[in-house]
């Protein structure tokens, strides 16, 4: 089974607009951590925001915040006011636990997303 | 600039040969990790090395190789290699096991690693 889930391959979007990008996981395990990574064309993978699974309250980092709702294992990430510059693949993934051999990151496929001028 | 270094950044070879990428990670951090990310796979673990040893083992076939060295740097041994081995090979690298609350995965610019 999927542990890391992202329904939407591609998404379009207006600039200024904001967006929300969905993500899916599961887990038996009741400590865990959630991240958003960004795929610029360039290639390289920049760390957006975490979540911890212990965590009260909804991440937020600058324009990025991440919709976190426990019980139905969904970790979305919403960008505020898009920007051209936000046209990247986007990647959701999540550490499980803390047993040995867990200490990774499993990644979902992917959103590729698109802002349009 | 994650401050993880990898080298080469593209490699074209044939099919058969054998290959060795080389990872950097960030000063002061014992992880490394390496993915492979591909169209049709996605971003794959590959393996995980903490301070010189061998944490974990992901999707990483028999003909690959990888091992850490006492200064940390990494190096992911490709032989025998076949045309589905083409793809980006990422190195991250994190201070510790990613145990701590946020502790997160630096990745490197990656490998393009063409075999034809």
């Known amino acids: 089974a999927q542990k890391i889930t992202q329904t939407q391959p591609g998404m379009f979007v207006q600039e200024k607009e904001a967006v929300t990008l969905d993500c899916t996981y599961d887990?038996?395990?009741?400590?865990?951590?959630l991240f958003w990574y960004k795929q610029p064309s360039s290639g390289e993978m920049i760390f957006l925001i975490y979540?911890?699974?212990?965590?009260?309250q909804n991440a937020t980092e600058g324009r990025y915040s991440l919709n976190f709702q426990k019980a139905r294992k969904s970790a979305n990430l919403v960008i505020s006011a898009s920007q051209l510059g936000d046209s990247a693949m986007y990647f959701c993934?999540?550490?499980?636990?803390?047993?040995?051999?867990?200490?990774?990151?499993?990644f979902g496929t992917g959103t590729r997303l698109t802002i349009i001028p | 600039d994650s401050g993880v270094t990898q080298t080469p950044k593209h490699l074209i070879t044939a099919t058969g040969q054998r290959v060795t990428l080389r990872c950097s990670p960030r000063s002061g951090d014992l992880s490394v990790y390496w993915y492979q990310q591909s169209l049709d796979q996605g971003l794959q673990f590959l393996i995980h090395?903490?301070?010189?040893?061998?944490?974990a083992k992901g999707n990483i076939l028999e003909r690959f190789s990888a091992q850490q060295f006492p200064d940390l740097h990494s190096e992911l041994n490709l032989s025998s290699l076949e045309l589905g081995d083409s793809a980006l090979y990422f190195c991250?690298?994190?201070?510790?096991?990613?145990?701590?609350?946020?502790?997160?995965?630096?990745f490197g610019s990656g490998t393009q690693l063409s075999v034809l």
């Open positions: 887990t038996s395990d009741p400590s865990y951590g």
């Open positions: 090395y903490y301070n010189g040893e061998e944490r």
């Open positions: 979540q911890g699974s212990y965590d009260q």
């Open positions: 991250a690298s994190s201070p510790t096991i990613l145990i701590d609350r946020g502790e997160k995965l630096f």
């Open positions: 993934a999540m550490r499980e636990g803390r047993s040995f051999g867990n200490e990774k990151l499993t």
